[in-house]
């Protein structure tokens, strides 16, 4: 009976090899180096886009300029919606000087490619975007996009 | 002469390195893809009451409530799709729907094409999710109509005819079904 179970004789398993270890990491950095993007800012608003069917993806992200709207997101700044524009807080009027230094990082050539981004949470009051929108036509900036995520339309 | 080989590496550090690498990678990149709904703003040189004819224009507002209203009737969202799709194609020549006009389009030819536009407006307070689901339902017509055309002309969706690179066809489809959105200003109350 005793014999049956035997005890351990203290050899031990054999150690499994970790030498493809790296390899198998290697694999998943490279798959995460090609499918994602680098974060463009920190975002200072909350948002939350809308979610919509009839999208389209962009084709080069380098000609997208974002406006972010949305609730700050901190706390003493209070409720009401604000602008973000690069890293920073900004008002309507800045949306236009914005826009403008932006084409100046892109060549001539690429200019009337640009197109403005509008990463609106989806509780914001249309007043403010309405009047960007404004802004962005007194600079001849008229191709926009909405920024949506796919899904059935909420709301 | 004694053959010496070379000490060998540890290479047990490789995976620290990588995953240092891997976990740096998560953190500063984001995996989602950007997509949007793309509109094209009107010029300011474009003058804001071009004439056109009533009967070519459907009205669409979204109040404060985030409520529709279409040329003049409250509507729920989810009607919004049908009365756009019936707008613009005017399957039985409506004399209230939009009027048509025979155009020649490259690669099918004489067509009629019909003069409708769609102006959507919105309030100050309108929620911008409802004013994108709103034109989000818009689109959903103009991309039906297309599709529907571009598989009864070349038995594929509109979507396959970009994807194949057929861009003429894409265009004549294009041509048929203009989509003609206009987001105009909103309402100021003058009195």
Redesign the interface.
């Known amino acids: 009976m005793a014999s049956k179970f035997k005890k351990d004789d203290g050899k031990g398993d054999p150690a499994i090899s ?2 493809s ?2 390899d198998i ?2 694999m ?2 490279f798959f ?2 090609v ?5 463009e800012v920190d975002l200072k608003v909350n948002v939350v886009v ?1 979610s ?7 084709k080069n ?1 380098s000609l ?1 300029t974002y406006i972010y709207i949305g609730s700050p997101t901190e706390k003493k700044l209070g409720t009401s919606s604000r602008i973000q524009l690069g890293d920073a807080y900004a008002e309507v009027k800045d949306v236009g000087a914005y826009i403008e230094t932006r084409r100046g990082e892109h060549d001539e050539a690429e200019v009337p490619l640009l ?1 403005t ?2 990463k ?8 403010i ?2 009047e960007v ?2 802004e ?3 600079v ?1 900036a ?9 899904g059935l ?3 | 002469m004694k053959n010496v080989s070379p000490p060998q590496i540890n290479a047990g550090s490789m995976a620290d390195i990588a995953f240092l690498l891997l976990v740096f990678f998560l953190v500063v990149t984001t995996i989602d893809a950007d997509a949007g709904m793309f509109r094209k703003l009107a010029s300011m040189d474009e003058v804001e009451s071009q004439k056109i004819h009533e009967r070519n224009i459907l009205n669409v507002w979204v109040n404060k409530e985030d409520k529709i209203m279409i040329d003049g009737k409250e509507v729920e969202l989810f009607q919004v799709y049908d009365i756009a799709t019936n707008f613009i194609e005017n399957p039985k020549n409506d004399v209230l729907l939009p009027q048509k006009e025979w155009k020649t389009i490259p690669v099918l030819g004489e067509r009629e094409v019909s003069k409708q536009v769609i102006s959507i407006q919105n309030d100050e307070s309108t929620s911008y999710g409802q004013y994108i689901a709103v034109q989000n339902e818009l689109a959903r017509a103009y991309n039906h109509l297309r599709d529907q055309l571009s598989e009864q002309e070349f038995q594929m969706t509109f979507e396959e005819l970009k994807k194949t690179g057929a861009i003429e066809k894409a265009n004549a489809i294009k041509t048929i079904y203009p989509m003609r959105i206009s987001e105009a200003l909103p309402i100021v109350s003058t009195n």
């Open positions: 970790t030498a270890l790296p990491v290697f998943l950095l995460f180096m499918t994602t993007v680098m974060r809308p919509a069917t009839e999208i389209q993806k962009f992200k997208v197109v981004a509008f609106v949470d989806r509780e914001t009051k249309m007043g975007v309405t929108k404004q962005l036509r007194k001849s008229l191709k926009i996009s909405y920024s949506t995520v796919e339309a909420s709301n």
